[in-house]
């Protein structure tokens, strides 16, 4: 299991919720602004760091199989539903680019993607 970075990147234009919202889900070794800036690079459009954890590949699965009815191509998913609720719930413009402490991804998963699928 590696460790590194579980990120979130999206367009800027989906921070201010215009058209298509996406949101790639990755996961890196090095710094997570790094690889913003090397995807950026083949990116037509401005993209922003929407916030990182710290996490491994497996926790990157993780993340893909929970929002897999949402996955748009590769890596990137629809920012809607409950997806839209947790990105939401790690910070919005111009408070983005956090790194999420294991706490407050605890009480995020649960508050935004777990309890709406309880009883």
Known sequence: MSQGFV??????????????????????RGNPLSRLQALQTGSPVHLKLWAYIDGSEELERAFH????????HGEWFYIEFKLEQLLHSFGEEPYIGNHIKPEQLEVSLFDNVFSRCLP
Do not use: D
């Open 7 to 28: 990120y979130f990147i999206a367009p800027e234009a989906a921070l201010h919720r215009t058209s298509a919202k996406l949101v790639k889900i990755g996961f890196t």
């Open 65 to 72: 199989n929970t929002f897999a009815e949402l996955r748009s």
